[in-house]
């Protein structure tokens, strides 16, 4: 979800309100495979960190104790 919500906070990070967080779960179900992509690659020259953090270092550490639980992890990162 957190990489959905990108472009709709506009690089201001702040608690969503339930319109806000409505309008963001929409625009994700909307959205479709290339621009999920363009959205990621902005997200990772933006957030390098962040986007590193996400999606090289907690899988794995996460696998380590239960790969379920993994695969629910990057689920729930790119799904709402």
């Known amino acids: 979800m957190i990489v959905f919500l990108y472009p ?5 990070m702040h ?4 319109r806000e967080l409505y309008h963001a779960i929409e625009y994700a179900k909307s ?3 290339n621009t999920g992509r ?3 690659e902005q ?8 986007a590193h ?7 794995p550490i996460i696998t380590s104790k239960n790969q379920a639980l993994s695969h629910l992890f990057m689920d729930l ?3 709402v």
Do not use: G, H, R
């Open 43 to 50: 997200f990772q020259t933006d957030q390098p960190a962040l």
């Open 31 to 33: 959205i479709d495979e």
């Open 8 to 12: 709709i906070i506009n690089q201001t």
């Open 15 to 18: 608690e969503l309100t339930d």
């Open 77 to 79: 990162c790119f799904d």
């Open 53 to 59: 953090t996400l999606f090289s270092v907690f899988p």
């Open 38 to 40: 363009s959205i990621i």
